[in-house]
């Protein structure tokens, strides 16, 4: 195993705040698994652990908003990290706006894309959501925040 995590170290990925909101409850997770699946129509994934506690969230709202952090943004990537949070507080105090599809934009991210998600499937211990992006926006601009050391696996 430990020659697989230094080899899965060699993937840098975006780090992405994706939000998901419905009728003014909104919920937010931070997710390094995110990446294009099609450019016509645009299509984005994300991958969520199963056991992750927004899963039942995400799949009662059938949309979700990928907000891409910027450099800088570490301290917003670990708060959407944490679990002890619910609901709106995640988001108290991060400036937003609404998206199409009702998920929260973090205007200060580099750029979003607001997607309504048109297939899940499992994959060993990680639902994978895509998502047809129907706006999307670049805010600042800015560079990304990406894994510094790439994907780090760790068996539960």
Aim: charged share 20%.
């Amino acid at each position: 195993m430990s020659q697989f995590n230094e080899v899965l170290k060699k993937i840098p990925l975006p780090v992405t705040v994706v939000t998901v909101g419905r009728g003014g409850v909104e919920n937010g997770l931070t997710v390094s698994w995110t990446c294009p699946v099609s450019f016509d129509p645009l299509q984005l994934m994300i991958g969520i652990d199963s056991k992750h506690y927004s899963v039942e969230f995400l799949d009662s709202t059938k949309n979700f908003v990928i907000n891409v952090l910027a450099k800088g943004q570490e301290k917003v990537a670990a708060r959407f990290a944490r679990q002890s949070f619910n609901d709106g507080e995640k988001l108290e105090g991060i400036a937003t706006k609404e998206s199409q599809t009702g998920g929260a934009i973090l205007t200060d991210a580099v750029c979003y894309y607001d997607c309504e998600v048109i297939a899940k499937h499992t994959q060993g211990d990680h639902y994978v959501y895509v998502g047809k992006v129907v706006a999307a926006e670049i805010l600042n601009d800015v560079e990304p925040m990406s894994t510094q050391n790439g994907m780090r696996y760790t068996k539960k």
